[in-house]
């Protein structure tokens, strides 16, 4: 199998991991979404169709961030994203295809044994990855909270609902695109340190890689420039590392940033 149909399976692998998480997580969303509001409404008092002007309301709002993380909580936000990360660990199998591959392109035969550092590292990562998904649900709350406090006695509970609608829809959009970025780094992460066992031992810059991945719509023209001159010119590691994607440090690992569906793929080594 060729590294190109091998990459492709990997990135069907991806959507499939990602689509998945996204739907689940629409679910997940407008569940807790229906909750928070129907607790606000149970303990908010109204008059006119506004938040009246009360302590006790007043109390209410300062928890509305509260109310929102608990209700995510409740509707499998955090054990979505958990069986989310650990999906990641299926990029291993992808790995060790793609450098099949190589070898057989290479005619030398490339093998990776991961130590127990790497495997902290890659433990490390998705723990990363928990964390910010997570705070996703903080940062949607802490901005449902400040629309919130500015309610009383002026917003009518319908607009408060519609705030909080919007903002959930956000954490959706939010979640998504650091999903999408978080697996194909930790990808890239276990790429990067398998091919540096391999580069052990050998003179510096005697391996070259190639940047390879879909070329369409969606392919930004940091990553148009990078498929193009590596496809005559290859680049060491060296050369890749100070490159500029404007968006996420060390390209090795990032790409092109945000959403980068592309790799890095030994393409040389003298």
């Known amino acids: 199998m060729s590294v190109r149909e091998v990459l ?3 990135g ?39 938040i009246a002007r009360t302590a006790a309301n007043q109390r209410v709002l300062r928890q509305v961030d509260d109310f929102l993380a608990a209700a995510m909580e409740r509707a499998g936000f955090y054990q979505l994203t958990d069986e989310f990360v650990r999906g990641f660990n299926g990029h291993f199998q992808y790995f060790e295809r793609v450098l099949d591959a190589i070898s057989e392109n290479l005619k030398t ?3 990776v044994q991961f130590s127990k550092s790497d495997t902290a590292l890659f433990e490390s990562q998705q723990l990363s990855t928990l964390e910010s998904l997570s705070a996703v649900v903080d940062t949607v709350a802490a901005a449902a909270k400040k629309k919130a406090l ?8 319908t607009d408060l609902a519609e705030h909080i609608a919007t903002t959930f829809g956000r954490s959706v959009g939010e979640a998504s695109t ?17 091919f540096q ?5 050998l003179p510096k810059g005697a391996i070259k890689y190639r940047f390879e991945g879909p070329r369409d719509k969606l392919t930004r023209p940091f990553c148009k420039r990078l498929l193009t001159r ?5 680049l060491t590691r060296a050369q890749i590392e100070v490159l ?13 940033g945000f959403l980068c569906r592309h790799n890095w793929i030994i393409a040389a080594i003298r």
């Not at 991806?14 to 569940?31: C, M, N, P, T």
């Not at 194909?184 to 398998?194: A, E, H, N, P, V």
């Not at 066992?197 to 031992?201: L, N, P, V, W």
């Open 8 to 10: 492709d399976q990997h």
């Open 12 to 50: 069907s692998f991806i959507d499939s991991l990602v689509s998945w998480y996204e739907a689940e997580l629409r679910d997940v969303v407008a569940s807790a979404q229906a909750r928070t509001l129907a607790d606000l409404q149970l303990r908010l008092q109204i008059s006119n169709g506004k």
């Open 109 to 111: 035969p490339l093998k």
């Open 150 to 157: 500015f309610s009383v006695g002026a917003l009518p509970f």
């Open 178 to 194: 650091l999903a999408e970025t978080s697996t194909t780094m930790f990808y890239r992460t276990i790429s990067d340190r398998g």
């Open 197 to 201: 066992q391999i580069e052990a031992g």
């Open 230 to 234: 590596t496809r005559s010119e290859p």
């Open 244 to 256: 500029d994607n404007g968006q996420l440090p060390n390209p090795f690992v990032s790409g092109g």
